[in-house]
């Protein structure tokens, strides 16, 4: 269900956004992370020999900024990203996880309209 408040227009200065470190199996990943009600929006910047430490079950729309990746599905199937391309899964419709071996720049946006359960009012 949409918010009550919504989002008022903005324009995001992305260099005025903290940065956050999350360390992965191997290497670090930077997030510069807008929280809404319901929305989050990332740059996310994975080091050479990024590996997540975790399977994530959660959706999310990940756009490659620059650079190149593999978002690996717990089953083994693995995709190659590079600038330009964008994926997209709904929470809980599979277990991935990301691997840069020579660093990537993303944009990722995941929020409440990409559960499963989410009430839709149309």
């Known amino acids: 269900m949409a918010s009550q408040h919504g989002i008022p227009?903005?324009?995001?200065?992305?260099?005025k956004v903290p940065v956050t470190e999350h360390n992965g199996e191997s290497g670090l990943a930077t997030w510069k992370t807008l929280?809404?009600?319901?929305?989050?929006?990332r740059i996310v910047e994975?080091?050479?020999?990024?590996?997540?430490?975790?399977?994530?079950?959660?959706?999310?729309?990940?756009?490659?900024?620059?650079?190149d990746f593999i978002s690996e599905l717990q089953d083994g199937i693995k995709f190659e990203l590079?600038?330009?391309?964008?994926?997209?899964?709904?929470?809980e419709l599979s277990?991935?996880?990301?691997?840069s071996e020579n660093?990537?720049?993303?944009l990722i946006i995941d929020g409440d309209f990409l559960s499963l359960t989410t009430e839709k009012n149309e």
């Open 9 to 15: 227009f903005q324009v995001i200065d992305w260099t």
């Open 82 to 91: 590079k600038a330009g391309m964008t994926y997209v899964v709904s929470d």
């Open 35 to 41: 929280q809404f009600t319901g929305l989050r929006i």
């Open 46 to 67: 994975y080091s050479k020999g990024y590996l997540a430490d975790h399977w994530c079950r959660k959706g999310h729309i990940v756009h490659c900024l620059e650079g």
């Open 95 to 99: 277990s991935h996880r990301s691997y």
């Open 103 to 106: 660093g990537v720049k993303v």
